[in-house]
Every structure is written in C-alpha cells, then in structure tokens.
C-alpha cells in the first residue's frame, strides 16, 4: 500500500512541476511516469527497512 500511495504522489508530483514549468500534455506523462516510478522506489526502500526493522 505504501509503494502505490507513493507512486501516485510522485505522479501527482510529476504533473504539478511539468505543469509549472509549461509542459504539454506528453510532457505531463513523461514527468509523471518518471516521478512515479522515482517515489515507487523510494516506497519500496521504505518497505524494506521497516520489513527489516521489525
């Protein structure tokens, strides 16, 4: 749950700052794919540490 919740603010993330700097619609998916796969991995590390942790 943590690893989607992440990805789709990295996505929501990606589309303000491509939006902000003027981006078009594709630009919009390219910096929301990337930003969601970026906040995804970081969810993932999360993951694994606590999974550790505990």
Known sequence: MVIFLAALF????GIY????????GL???QYAAA???????LGLLVVIVAGRAA
């Open 35 to 41: 930003h969601a796969i970026l906040f995804a991995l």
């Open 27 to 29: 630009d919009m998916a």
């Open 10 to 13: 990295g996505a929501l993330f």
């Open 17 to 24: 700052r491509a939006r902000a700097r003027g981006g078009r």
